[in-house]
């Protein structure tokens, strides 16, 4: 019989777990101390729970964590993991050591439904929603592995892996929830930021219930060619989403930035940086500029530094805090765009 994971449950669910298997009600705090604070692997590990609940628990339950089926290591320090989810297929996760920063990108899909053209993981299409389990075994392994290294312990977490967080947003949400509350990791929810290409019903949920840091994917400013890049904006207009946007206060500590993948020739003009700056007037924002990296059998082209540069600057001077995001792991498919479980996916006949 398979055992449900303990990883992934709030303490509400712990709670009501205890009642069913008639333990004490304060178990619950005890397996979340053990689980989010401690990071066991085992039931047997809980040695303030007697031995008898321990062996109750531990026959309907595990802790759900698992580690990653292989690794890859980038000359530049990052370091990419594919791990299995759940349901038995693959996803992958992206570690980014900065100096006493560590960035983990986590994926919340296996594959995506919102097909960008400029993106991999599209490509692969859409194998199904992550669970609460699934994405925060990803973060609980990752930490643990670097614990074990000597390596720099995650310092933040960026839903910006596999797959559109707002189109997992129940999971996503809950995932952002354990890692905030004091009874799991207990982290500020300025250590997250989760990515969305701006999914507008769950978009206002995620703004109204969350803290967490928010980056919209916006690439063009362009209704048109945004269209072509992204297909979700005949759905959801970027001019619908800033204005969205524009109802909450962006002043305090929560930030919002927006995220711009650029190709030569298409999306880097003077003209585009102009519409840009129509577009996010009047909002307290920044933005993140992108270098695409090539995939196959995509028409796009890969911009050049000039180029950024300029954009970067006329954003700047018009009062649009920009920045050029350094690229990082290119060399093991790690890079922005380039993540996709698509071959292990074949392999394994799923």
């Given at each position: 019989?398979d055992k449900?994971p303990l ?7 712990l709670?009501?777990?205890c009642?069913?298997?008639s333990?004490p ?6 397996i979340?101390q ?8 085992t039931?047997?590990?809980?040695t303030?729970?007697s031995?008898?609940?321990?062996e109750?628990?531990?026959?309907l339950y595990?802790?759900g964590?698992?580690?990653p ?7 530049d320090?990052?370091i990419?993991?594919?791990f299995?989810t759940?349901n038995?297929?693959f996803?992958?996760?992206?570690y ?6 560590a960035t983990?990108?986590?994926s919340?899909?296996?594959g995506?439904?919102m097909?960008?053209l400029?993106?991999?993981?599209g490509?692969?299409g ?9 994405i925060l075994n ?11 290294e000597?390596?720099?312990m995650?310092t933040?977490?960026v839903?910006m892996g596999?797959?559109?967080p ?10 952002t929830e354990?890692?905030?509350a ?8 300025r250590r ?10 769950n978009l206002r ?5 969350s803290?967490?840091h928010?980056?919209?994917s916006l690439?063009t ?6 269209q ?6 005949k ?6 989403i800033i204005?969205?946007?524009?109802e909450?206060?962006w002043s ?6 927006f995220?711009?993948?650029?190709f ?6 003077t003209?585009h ?6 577009l996010l007037r ?7 500029l992108?270098r695409?990296h090539?995939i196959?059998d995509?028409?796009?082209?890969e911009v050049e ?11 700047n ?16 498919w790690?890079a922005c765009?380039?993540?996709s ?7 394994q006949?799923?």
């Open positions: 019989m449900t990883l992934g449950k709030t303490l509400e669910e709670q009501d777990l009642l069913q298997l333990m009600k304060f178990t619950a705090k005890q979340a053990w689980i989010y604070g401690k990071h066991i692997h039931i047997e590990e809980m303030n729970i031995k008898a609940n321990r109750k628990l531990a026959s595990c802790v964590c698992s580690e089926v292989e690794i890859s290591r980038s000359v320090g990052t990419k993991y594919l299995p759940e038995g297929k996803i992958e996760s992206v980014i050591p900065d100096g006493d920063r983990l990108c986590v919340c899909q296996v995506c439904k097909n960008c400029f993106c991999q993981t490509k692969q859409w194998n199904g929603d992550l669970t609460v389990t699934d990803q973060i609980y392994s990752v930490d643990q592995m670097m614990e074990c000597g390596g720099t995650l933040n977490v839903y596999q797959g559109e707002l189109d997992n947003m129940d999971n996503v949400m809950k995932s354990i890692l905030t004091d009874y799991g990791w207990a982290w500020s929810p997250i930021t989760v990515s969305t290409v701006g999914l507008k019903k949920r995620f703004l109204d219930e803290e967490c928010l980056a919209i690439h400013p362009i209704h048109e060619q945004r072509q890049l992204m297909p979700a904006e759905q959801f207009a970027i001019s619908e204005e969205l946007l524009k909450y206060d305090h500590q929560r930030r919002i930035t995220e711009y993948t650029m030569g020739g298409t999306n880097d003009s003209l940086a102009k519409e840009l700056t129509k009047g909002l307290d924002c920044r933005v993140n992108i695409w090539k196959p995509v028409p796009l082209k530094t000039k180029s950024m540069e300029s954009f970067r600057d006329y954003l001077n018009h009062g649009i805090t920009t920045t050029i995001r350094a690229s990082r792991g290119q060399d093991i790690a765009g380039l993540l479980t698509k071959k292990q996916l074949e392999n006949n799923i």
